[in-house]
């Protein structure tokens, strides 16, 4: 607040509505829809209510513009904000408006970012931002009387948002790619070490170290946002939360229906596993936990693909219980489990470092987001007009 007070120098703002044709220009006259099978195909990106829909020959606009979702924001809350520039294609979803001479447009774009539109919005099912209303919106102007100064507070907090924005891009990207690295790494190495030569390892049906098991039907009225356990209802996340559990930790499960049927994931807490979930259970004299967890992530795309059914996929038991398995020095059982655990502890690593970049990855974005959004609010906090009673 003090930096925008300093910006400022004692200045005033003006609010000015978006319908001020002075400050702001409103050209939705050459917006044209055009349907997926009729357009052609081209380098122009083609703008819908919330993104980049396709890429066409040909344009509507040629500058720089703030796209307003008219109707179908994904989110009415964090209303749909688009910047765009150069040549692009405009749909009837979204009002294209610019700054004129007074207004740096990129300012305009990241004020509109932190506008609440709801009061603005028509229509009890898929609210819309009729252009009647959108021109009403005010827009804060520092120091309208001297477009100089004005422009160059508007330039100070464009540069310093969009340092932040560019901060948060370059981080997801070295952060993705490192991400990215660290999973080839570790699926380079799972398929060497679980790949053996003939006559180091026996090769038998999963099913002959294994039990599998399938999880129980829960009461959806015992599932809740908090509880001691959490329950899945397959193998990718879980469903809820609730204050009983059927399994231990560190405990492997695979997806049974639906979309993810086939995914391994590997729980290390209790839990309850749901009507969806194939719990597997080693058998320890035989095999290790975390041997059977490796392999099976090296095999998942091989369950991903045998799901069948015509209405929600499933995997049958059989699909994961004739899955052959190597089983190094099978006739020593102690060498064998010995050799297992080698290979598990250099497996580990590298997941536990692939999964630590990939937990840190969506945090991190999203504390970037944050500090962008924090510096934004404050950076854009103009005095309010002050409302004069009688």
Known sequence: ??????????????????????????????????????????????????????????????????????????????????????????????????????????????????????????????????????????????????????????????????????????????????????????????????????????????????????????????LSEIGLYPAYNGGVSYSGFTDTYNYNENTIIISQGGASAGFVNFVTSKFYANAHCYIVLPKPEIVQNRYVYHFLKLNQERLTDKQHGAGIPALRTSEILDIPIPIPSADDPEKSLAEQARIVALLDKFDALTNSISTGLPREIELRQKQYEYYRNLLLNFPKPVEVTA
């Open 1 to 222: 607040m003090n930096y925008l007070r300093k910006l400022l120098d004692g200045a005033g703002v003006a609010w000015v509505p978006l319908g001020d044709k002075s400050f702001f220009e409103v050209e939705n006259k050459n917006r044209k829809p055009v349907k997926a099978s009729l357009r052609i195909s081209g380098k122009t990106p083609y703008y819908g209510a919330n993104n980049i829909q396709d890429y066409v020959d040909g344009y509507t606009h040629n500058g720089e513009y703030v796209l307003i979702a008219e109707d179908g924001s994904t989110s009415l809350e964090n209303y749909s904000i688009q910047y765009a520039t150069g040549k692009f294609w405009a749909n009837n979803h979204v009002h294209v408006i610019c700054g004129k001479s007074k207004v740096n447009t990129r300012f305009l774009y990241h004020y509109l970012r932190i506008v609440n539109f709801i009061p603005f919005l028509t229509g009890s099912g898929r609210a819309k931002l009729t252009k009647g209303n959108m021109i009403e919106i005010p827009v804060p102007i520092p120091c309208p009387e001297n477009p100089k100064k004005s422009l160059g507070i508007q330039a100070e907090i464009v540069r310093i948002l969009d340092a932040f924005t560019e901060l948060t891009t370059e981080l997801t990207t070295e952060l993705t790619t490192e991400l990215t690295a660290r999973k080839k790494q570790y699926n380079h190495y799972r398929d060497q070490l679980l790949t053996f030569a003939q006559g180091e390892a026996e090769w038998v049906p999963l099913g002959e170290v294994i039990r599998l098991e399938k999880g129980r039907q829960l009461n959806k009225q015992l």
